[in-house]
């Protein structure tokens, strides 16, 4: 069994910043790629950001040069930093992972999502 647990959430204003972080349990013997999903109210979920066991990051336009993703192995951690929040930051956001267990299986991993918004 594979979890993921996200923390870091909250209410930031306008130009602020934010960490969030995701963290793996279970028998795990790789995470690739790890990512972060959002869904804000009435809308379909959206990729923010993703990085490969590589090293290779990729982020949506809109928060190109504000956020950040970031990981530690040793941990089966990762984060997302997020500066110069926007309102249209606002949403729930989720970490997301393929995961290789101990019994070879490959993990569509979803964490339950924590809250992020930006308002004055």
């Known amino acids: 069994q594979v979890q993921l647990v996200e923390s870091g959430g909250g209410l930031a204003q306008p130009g602020g910043s934010l960490r969030l972080s995701c963290a793996a349990s279970g028998s795990i013997v790789s995470i690739d790629p790890m990512a ?6 009435g809308k379909q979920r959206e990729f923010v950001a993703k990085l490969s066991s590589s090293g290779i990051a990729e982020y ?3 928060v190109k040069g504000r956020f950040t993703i970031s990981r ?10 997020m500066n110069d929040l926007k309102p249209e930051d606002t949403a729930v956001y989720y970490c997301h992972a393929l995961v290789v267990s101990e019994d070879s299986w490959t993990h569509n991993s979803w964490g339950q999502g924590t809250q992020v918004t930006v308002s004055a």
């Open 36 to 41: 972060w999903y959002r869904q804000a109210p």
């Open 60 to 62: 949506r336009d809109a």
């Open 72 to 81: 530690d192995n040793d941990k089966n951690t990762w984060y997302l930093q």
